[in-house]
């Protein structure tokens, strides 16, 4: 029932650009890495599916300009409140008695916190 919670559509529209921002500005990189784990077949697997991704998310229209996303007097606050809000939540999580919720929830959200700091770099 996603479509029927405006809000959390805009937040999912949002993660979403902000990974598609953070891959698009690591892709060449990504495409130059070694992934060579000795199976060479997983191997060219691996790098095709890697290639492909990043192809993709190259060729998708930039949806922000993140340099722009914020004006300079106010990036560094804001940027620090996205840190603090996102550690915020995996503190609040520690004390899901749930243990998968406890492992998978703060994982997703250190994600989360690398793409955000890789898009605003």
Not at 92 to 97: E, F, L
């Amino acid at each position: 029932m996603l479509g029927a919670h405006e809000s959390r559509l805009k937040n999912l529209y949002f993660v979403y650009n902000v990974v598609l921002r953070a891959i698009s500005k690591v892709s060449h990189y990504v495409d130059s890495y070694d992934l060579t784990t000795g199976k060479p077949a997983e191997d060219a697997q691996a790098a095709s599916l890697v290639h492909q991704l990043t192809t993709l998310t190259n060729s998708c229209p930039m949806t922000f300009d993140e340099s722009t996303l914020f004006n300079s007097s106010e990036k560094l606050v804001i940027k620090n409140e996205f840190k603090v809000h996102f550690r915020n939540i995996s503190r609040i999580m520690d004390c899901v008695g749930c243990e998968k919720c406890r492992l998978v929830i703060p994982a997703k959200f250190k994600c989360q916190d690398i793409l955000f700091i890789l898009s605003f770099r």
